[in-house]
Each structure stands twice: as C-alpha cells, then as structure tokens.
C-alpha cells in the first residue's frame, strides 16, 4: 500500500530560521498528499495538502509541492516562530480516507 | 471552532481488563475513525465508521476490538482483554465526507497504559 517516509529525528532550530522537513512517499498511482501538525495539548490538524503532481499546498506560510519526478512532498518555511513548535507528519491516503503517516518531526523553534 | 474530544485523556489498566475510549466527533460529520500510534512507531489506521456500521478496517483491528455509536454523539472504541501490546496513544477522528479528501479532525487523543 501507499506509505511515506520522513527524516529521521528532531529538529531543533532558532527563531526565523529556514524549516525544512523531507518526505518522501511511495504508492501506486498518485495520491493526494498531506501535512498534518500536532501541537502541544492539541489534536492532529491538517496542514496543508496537494492532490496531484506539481500541486503547491500552503498554509500559515509553510509550503510543499508534490514532485512526481522525486516522489516528495518536503514542507518549507522561510522564518519560523516559537509557536510553530509541534509535530509535523506527511501523511498520504489509500482507500476512503485512510491515512498513512510517516513516523513524524518534533520541531522545537528556540527565541 | 467545533473539535473532536476524547476521554479520558490517559487511562491505566491491568492486562486482561477491557477498557472503552469515549469520543464526541464534530456534530455535523458523518464519517468517524479510529487511529493508534505505539510509541516510537507511526500513527495507524484501526477502524471507519459510518450508518452505525463499520466501513473499514485495518488487520489490526481483531475481535478484541469493537466499535459503536450509542446515543447519536458519542463514538466509543472497546477493547474487551488489554494486553500489553494495547498500549498506545488512541486517536478518535471524524470528516464530513469518505470521499478521499484526507482531511480528517483529530481528538487529542487517548493515551492508554496496559500494565
């Protein structure tokens, strides 16, 4: 079945530093994409999404475009701020509304 | 902004013993889930639920676990014997539609110990 992978690890990284978090994904045909964030004391929302190839999803200013030629779905943000500090997962769907996640990033933003 | 909730939040049992994890999905929404994640593992697919039935299920999902809608706003998910491989953090979720949108609303979650 369809299923992604993200870095592994933590990131840690200062105020309005540039965010980078690499997912690749692996699945038969081209399925939508996804970033979902968990914040502290919080349920998993989503982030952002793209459902086919060349898609740019955006929101809060992160970004990630659904590259076919890599199979990858990396989520950007230029200048990151202490409240941007969660958990972070790319998930891709197989089936009706069944989600695969990759293992997820705990992105700690220090003042 | 409506939002799913689940109790209770953290729950610690005695293997064997059968718990049940309470959820209220957003009141409009048709579709509900359940999803686990194992510490240290990633976030899996348990059960959907739709018209008081199961949709879907995962292969995990085995007769020790069961599902039900009892009064039009609760989604409960009942493990009848815990066993230590039970322990997890349970999320509760639920979507307007089945269509594959992928856009689910997420509980906080439960956070289940088997001792």
């Known amino acids: 079945g369809n299923s992604v992978t993200q870095m592994e690890g933590p990131v840690t990284l200062s105020e309005e530093a540039f965010l980078t978090i690499n997912c690749t994904y692996t699945a038969t045909g081209y399925p939508s994409l996804f970033w979902y964030v968990q914040y502290p004391g919080e349920g998993l929302q989503l982030l952002l999404k793209a459902t086919k190839a060349d898609d740019k999803g955006s929101n809060k200013g992160f970004e990630a475009t659904y590259r076919k030629e890599t199979t990858s779905f990396h989520l950007e943000k230029g200048s990151v701020q202490v409240s941007d500090s969660a958990v972070y997962f790319c998930v891709t769907t197989y089936g009706n509304n069944r989600l695969a996640f990759g293992k997820g990033n705990q992105v700690v933003v220090i003042p | 902004e409506p939002e799913v909730t689940q109790t209770p939040s953290h729950q610690v049992t005695q293997m064997g013993q059968e718990v049940i994890l309470r959820c209220v999905p957003i009141?409009?929404?048709?579709?509900f889930y359940w999803y686990r994640q194992i510490l240290g593992q990633k976030v899996e697919f348990l059960v959907s639920?739709?018209?008081?039935?199961?949709?879907?299920k995962s292969e995990i999902f085995d007769d020790q676990f069961s599902v039900e809608r009892p009064d039009g706003s609760n989604f409960t998910l009942k493990i009848r014997s815990t066993k230590l491989e039970d322990s997890a953090m349970y999320f509760c979720a639920s979507s307007e539609e089945l269509r594959n949108t992928g856009e689910l609303f997420f509980g906080e979650g439960s956070r289940l110990t088997v001792l």
């Open positions: 009141s409009n929404h048709l579709y």
């Open positions: 639920f739709y018209n008081n039935e199961i949709s879907e």
